[in-house]
C-alpha cells in the first residue's frame, strides 16, 4: 500500500476540514434591496407581517449566527419580485422585537448571512 509523506497527509487534512464559522460579512442598510429595507421598517413598527411565519423564532440550526438563547433570533421575510412563494430572502433580528440589537440579511434561504450596519 502506499503511503503519502506526512506532510501531504497534513495538508489533505486541512483542506478537508470543514472551516469554523466566520463573523458574518456586513452589509449597509444603503446597500439592502429596497424590499429589505422595506421590511426593516416593519420590523421597526411592528408590522403589519405580509407573511405569518414573520416574528416567528428563528432556530439558528444552521449555526452561522452566533450562539444565543431560544427565541432570542426573528425570522422576516424580504419580499422576491416575481416570487410566487415567500422566495429566499429573509432579515433575522436578534433582541427586542421592535429594537433588535443585531440584525441579519440572508439572500439565500439561510445559506449565508451578512450583518447590517446602520
Known sequence: ?????PILVVLVVTFLLPLPAASAAEIAVAGLPPEARETLALIRSGGPF?????????GNRERLLPPSERGYYREYTVKTPGAKD???RRIIAGGEPRAPREIYYSDDHYGSFRRIRE
Open 86 to 88: 415567500r422566495g429566499a
Open 1 to 5: 500500500m502506499y503511503r503519502l509523506p
Open 50 to 58: 405580509p407573511y405569518p411565519q414573520d416574528g416567528t423564532a428563528f
